[in-house]
């Protein structure tokens, strides 16, 4: 892998997505601010803020944030490339030795910066949360259950760890995850790549500061899907062991039939078995097909170059646009 060092101009960097977060973001910057006020790392940090193209009055909040306080570093992203590739966004322009990502809503508290960050001066690569008690709803805690145990399997993710979207990575691990410049990012799958030295700590999971959350069930499909098929060949392994298995299975109720139909030759054809079996394997086909079409789409979105992300300007000189 070819890895590009940056040497760091900050001790930390919080890197922070945005979307429809306008009333969420002057409290924000405060509460940043006041946990930081006082450390080691007071006037040696930087707050980004990527602007994921929010409809709502996101960025004139974050250009009036950057304007008080000069620690607050704005992106505008050109249309909205989602979660993941804002994360990339703002990790490309951070500048710390020690970056933490987290979301805008403040759900994650501001108050366990220190202790991510302790985390990763103690020698450790990563360091995600855990949460005491999620404040999401049924439906999200058990879709990301069922996330939970697919990354186990197809990014031999540790089965004690929750990959939280609120954790802290060492500069060299940010470096190696921005080699990747394809359109699908996903930051976890690409963590995991990149390292084993990943540590945890427990959380408070705090109510929205204010509104509803982004992600509907569309939006949690598509994450998902790009965390099966974007980061590993492990789909398509199923696929074929399944394959496999089913071919085996067929051969060994033809056997079954002929036998049958040897030793009782009075048996009527079992018509609904024939139907039955016809439309379990043509459903597999179909499951398969689609898996193999999700990576051929990929592969050919890859060919023509789409863009991770494309800045349309910053709060920070120079102000340039930038696709990636």
Same mark, same amino acid.
């Given at each position: 892998m070819n890895v590009q060092k940056r040497v760091p101009f900050v001790s930390l960097s919080i890197v922070v997505p945005v979307y429809r977060s306008a009333d969420v973001l002057p409290e924000l910057v405060r509460q940043v601010r006041d946990v930081l006020a006082g450390t080691k790392y007071d006037g040696e940090y930087e707050l980004v803020l990527v602007n994921d193209s929010s409809p709502d009055a996101s960025w004139s909040v974050i250009e009036d944030c950057a304007k008080e306080c000069h620690w607050v570093r704005g992106l505008s992203l050109r249309k909205n490339f989602g979660q993941h590739n804002a994360t990339m966004a703002g990790l490309r322009y951070s500048r710390?030795?020690?970056?933490? +990502?987290?979301?805008?809503?403040?759900?994650?508290?501001? #108050?366990?910066?220190?202790? *991510?960050?302790?985390?990763?001066?103690? /020698?450790?690569?990563?360091?995600?949360?855990?949460y005491k008690e999620r404040k999401h709803a049924a439906w999200k805690k058990?879709?990301?259950?069922?996330?939970?145990?697919?990354?186990?399997?197809v990014l031999k993710k540790p089965r004690d760890l929750y990959l939280s979207s609120f954790k802290a990575m060492s500069r060299g691990v940010v470096d190696a995850i921005l080699a990747y410049d394809g359109p699908y990012a996903y930051v976890d799958g690409l963590i995991l790549g990149a390292t084993n030295?990943?540590?945890?700590?427990?959380?408070?999971?705090?109510?929205?500061?204010?509104?509803?959350?982004?992600?509907n069930l569309r939006?949690? +499909?598509?994450?998902?899907?790009?965390?099966?098929?974007? #980061?590993s060949v492990y789909? *398509?392994?199923?696929?074929?062991?399944? /394959?496999?298995?089913?071919?085996?299975?067929?051969?060994?109720?033809l056997m079954l039939i002929v036998v049958q139909r040897l030793t009782h030759p009075e048996m009527q054809p079992g018509w609904a078995s024939i139907i039955a079996t016809i439309l379990l394997i043509g459903?597999?086909?179909?499951v398969f097909l689609g898996i193999l079409g999700e990576y051929?789409?990929?592969?050919?979105?890859?060919?023509?170059?789409?863009?991770?992300?494309?800045?349309?300007?910053?709060?920070?000189?120079?102000?340039?646009?930038?696709a990636v």
């Open positions: 710390g030795r020690i970056v933490i +990502v987290m979301d805008d809503d403040l759900q994650h508290p501001p #108050s366990a910066i220190l202790a *991510l960050a302790e985390k990763i001066e103690a /020698g450790y690569d990563v360091c995600y949360t855990h058990w879709g990301s259950r069922l996330n939970d145990i697919v990354a186990a399997w030295s990943i540590a945890a700590i427990d959380i408070t999971h705090q109510e929205r500061f204010t509104g509803r959350g982004n992600y939006r949690s +499909v598509g994450l998902w899907l790009k965390m099966a098929t974007g #980061s789909p *398509l392994r199923i696929a074929t062991v399944t /394959g496999f298995c089913m071919a085996a299975l067929s051969l060994i109720f459903g597999l086909q179909m051929i789409g990929r592969i050919y979105i890859r060919l023509n170059n789409s863009p991770q992300y494309v800045v349309r300007e910053t709060t920070f000189s120079p102000p340039t646009e930038t």
